[in-house]
């Protein structure tokens, strides 16, 4: 026991005295947030101003398109909802000239002059799409838009262009059935939903796109440390059998007791990390908890004390099964390449619920889920997932634990045989078969 507390009291300490693991503990959250808001706010920025002009064939739209840049009665509506429809939040800002061509049977052919504008390469006088509006579009309800555009892929101003006009459009053909227009807004507008989760003791609490979210944040807190921590093992067990610092440790003590202390202090490093995020999302999130409430919105029905048990539990349970699975990469290669190509079908494997995630979240109860859920190796994630979006019979949480005990277990068992074997052997890497010989006889 002294000896394995004396290789985790090293491991750990190694770690968190590291400049790189200081900086990182506190610069990654901002530098996550970064990566989230950043690229959002220049997209936006980026969008610039759109030069187009609509043809229009009914004569009839152009008080639609006198403010492009305003949500229609209809997007205003739909934003009030808990998932608002996709809309303006990346919209680049429209110019649109307006042209009246009432009647205009060959539209495109008056077209042509606009669509030539688009291949200038004059800033002032290109033009960078052109919208088709057919003279029969109120009144047949299989006419179609045309829109050209400089991009294959500006489906964002396209789809700003159609809202602007299916709504004009849909106006006036309810208006010709007569009714009035002061009555549109109110005929037109959308009921609001709101989403309840109730749980199996008939408690009712907010659910929808925060509980999405919130389940993909700690679902990348659960993963990343453990990938990164993961390595960290491999690479340093590569290092000190390169160095050949190994055959001076295994002299004084077991492979057990050194494969043991360098996972449980690296664990430990990892939730001490994780804690640390967790704290200062924490801090953080006092403000917007004070805003929330002000706002009418109760935090605790996204987090409770149960979550962070849960995240605690399945955090060390995750990282204990995969972990294995690095380790024997270092014992058994020579350089981090080598151990990246062995172990990186295992990893593939062993991330099918992040790869999953949507579907996990959106349907905690299907047989995928509970399933996965209940499964070695996928069990931890996938269960953890599910007391977070839904409310799982105790007895499954009890079972994933228990077969993820189990797993780690066998896998700590292998470990420790390919291990005893691997950590001193040099030279050509090892088939699976090999590694399978040394499970027996180790």
Excluded at 33 to 40: I, N, R, W, Y
Excluded at 132 to 147: C, Q
Aim: hydrophobic fraction near 50%; charged fraction near 15%.
């Amino acid at each position: 026991m002294n000896k394995f507390l004396a290789v985790f009291k090293r491991e750990y300490l190694i770690a968190v005295r590291r400049k790189m693991f200081i900086i990182m503990t506190f610069l990654l959250p901002a530098l996550m947030a970064g990566l989230m808001v950043l690229p959002s706010m220049l997209m936006v920025k980026g969008m610039g101003k759109k030069k187009v002009v609509v043809l229009d064939g009914t004569g009839r739209l152009e008080a639609a398109f006198a403010m492009p840049n305003e949500p229609t009665q209809e997007e205003k509506a739909a934003e009030k909802r808990p998932i608002p429809r996709r809309r303006g939040q990346m919209s680049s800002s429209l110019d649109v000239d307006y042209v009246n061509r009432a009647g205009d049977a060959a539209l495109q052919s008056t077209a042509q002059p606009y669509l030539d504008r688009m291949t200038q390469k004059e800033k002032g006088a290109a033009l960078d799409g052109v919208l088709l509006i057919p003279p029969d579009a109120v009144e047949s309800p299989d006419a179609t838009l045309k829109y050209f555009g400089r991009s294959s892929t500006d489906f964002i101003t396209q789809e700003r262009l159609a809202s602007i006009t299916n709504s004009a459009v849909q106006r006036l053909r309810l208006t010709g059935k007569g009714i009035a227009p002061g009555e549109l807004d109110q005929l037109m507008s959308e009921m609001r939903i709101e989403a309840l989760q109730v749980s199996k003791t008939g408690e009712q609490k907010k659910g929808g796109v925060g509980n999405f979210f919130i389940g993909f944040i700690f679902a990348a807190l659960l993963v990343l440390p453990t990938l990164i921590y993961g390595l960290e093992i491999m690479r340093g067990i590569i290092q000190e059998k390169t160095d050949r610092v190994v055959e001076v440790l295994v002299s004084s003590m077991t492979p057990s007791q050194l494969l043991t202390g360098k996972i449980m202090g690296i664990a430990a490093v990892g939730l001490t990390q994780v804690t640390v995020w967790m704290l200062m999302g924490v801090g953080v999130g006092v403000f917007g908890a004070a805003t929330a409430v002000m706002a009418g919105v109760s935090v605790a029905q996204y987090l409770q004390v149960s979550t962070f048990v849960y995240f605690i539990i399945f955090f060390v349970l995750a990282y204990l099964t995969y972990v294995c699975i690095y380790a024997i990469g270092g014992a058994v290669c020579n350089s981090d390449r080598e151990a990246q190509q062995l172990i990186g079908p295992f990893t593939m494997i062993m991330l099918l619920p992040w790869f999953l995630m949507a579907a996990i979240i959106t349907n905690p109860d299907s047989t995928l889920s509970v399933g996965m859920s209940l499964a070695p190796v996928f069990g931890p994630l996938t269960m953890f997932i599910r007391t977070l979006v839904s409310d799982p019979p105790f007895w499954h949480v009890l079972v994933s634990i228990a077969v993820s005990i189990a797993t780690i277990a066998a896998f700590f068992w292998a470990t420790a045989k390919i291990f005893r074997t691997g950590i001193l052997s040099y030279g050509k890497r090892p088939t699976i078969p090999e590694m399978w010989r040394w499970m027996k006889v180790a």
